[in-house]
């Protein structure tokens, strides 16, 4: 079935580099994909999307990069803060505004 | 910060008993949505509505029920708990007439059905 996953369950890195955190997706009609992080204790929130026509975009900090010929989806954080430390998840918009979530991924940013 | 409230935070409840999760928006959202997330674990859908009076079954086969009377309030019930329910419940909204991927999610309510 259509799924979106997570490659790496936990990433650890040190305060001030740059962390790449990466998703497969398979269903390509989705048109919009999405990021969100989960602190511990709280609910997901939103970070950045991506529209399928697209292959960058930047935010503040972050891009997310989209590659569609091998269907996998990125989130650059740069200069990583321990602020960021929680688990992200990819998400794809299925449409009649449903979304299918991938496993997490597990930042660790130590000072 | 998104206003949108969920209670209880923890619930520790005995099999077989009838259980209400409260979830409300101050957004004035018309879209809602209950995912249920086991601990580091992907969501899940299990229900979701369009605005009042209109509810919808997720992916996740669920013995839950919700209903939609108000714009703001969106419960979930569980007629009989059972340990299988055991998980997080998280209540999200959108706006459709902006980003409707882009939800906005309550702090979750935590269920041990022992």
């Known amino acids: 079935g259509e799924s979106v996953g997570l490659h790496l369950p936990t990433l650890s890195v040190q305060e001030g580099d740059n962390s790449i955190i990466n998703c497969a997706y398979s269903?390509?009609?989705?048109?919009?994909f999405i990021w969100y992080k989960q602190e511990s204790g709280k609910g997901p929130q939103f970070i950045i999307d991506?529209?399928?026509?697209?292959d960058k975009r930047q935010g503040q900090r972050v891009t997310v990069l989209l590659n569609k010929t091998v269907k996998h989806l990125s989130l650059q954080i740069a200069a990583t803060q321990p602020g960021d430390s929680a688990v992200y998840f990819c998400a794809e918009n299925r449409g009649y505004s449903t979304l299918t979530f991938g496993k997490g991924t597990m930042l660790l940013v130590s000072p | 910060e998104a206003d949108i409230y969920q209670t209880p935070r923890y619930l520790v409840i005995g099999t077989g008993k009838k259980i209400t999760l409260e979830c409300s928006q101050t957004m004035g959202h018309d879209k809602m949505y209950w995912y249920q997330q086991d601990p580091g674990m992907e969501l899940h859908l299990i229900h979701y509505?369009?605005?009042?009076?209109?509810?919808e079954k997720g992916d996740l086969s669920s013995e839950s029920t919700v209903s939609r009377i108000r714009t703001e309030h969106f419960p979930l019930t569980l007629e009989s708990a059972r340990p299988s329910h055991t998980s997080q419940y998280l209540c999200?909204?959108?706006?459709?007439?902006?980003?409707?991927?882009?939800?906005?999610f309550g702090p979750g309510t935590r269920l041990t059905v022992t």
């Open positions: 509505s369009y605005g009042v009076n209109s509810t």
């Open positions: 269903n390509s009609a989705s048109d919009y």
């Open positions: 991506i529209r399928s026509n697209m």
């Open positions: 999200a909204s959108s706006d459709p007439r902006m980003r409707d991927y882009e939800q906005y």
